[in-house]
């Protein structure tokens, strides 16, 4: 019975680091979006998904107007 643990275990420590690790990238490129209207843009252009979620999940701890900001320094830079 133990030596069928083993494998049990290396894989639960296995999918645990990948979790950390997961949660560790969803942090830094949130923080990265939170702080970088620059890569914000990058963002907007390549994985416009990413960005949608991102001012989603900012509202509802009340930072309004920021895809608003956004848009309007974007737009402006391109005239």
């Not at 252009?45 to 320094?73: A, C, H, N, W």
Request: glycine residues 6%; hydrophobic residues 40%.
């Amino acid at each position: 019975m133990a030596h069928t643990m083993k494998p049990l275990a290396k894989t639960f420590k296995g999918v645990l680091v990948g979790e950390l690790v997961d949660i560790f990238g969803a942090y830094l490129l949130f923080n990265k979006m939170n702080t970088s209207q620059a890569f914000r843009q990058t963002t907007s252009k390549t994985f416009p998904f990413i960005l949608e979620v991102y001012y989603k999940s900012i509202e509802p701890s009340g930072m309004y107007g920021v895809r608003e900001q956004d848009q309007e320094k974007w737009l402006n830079s391109k005239n």
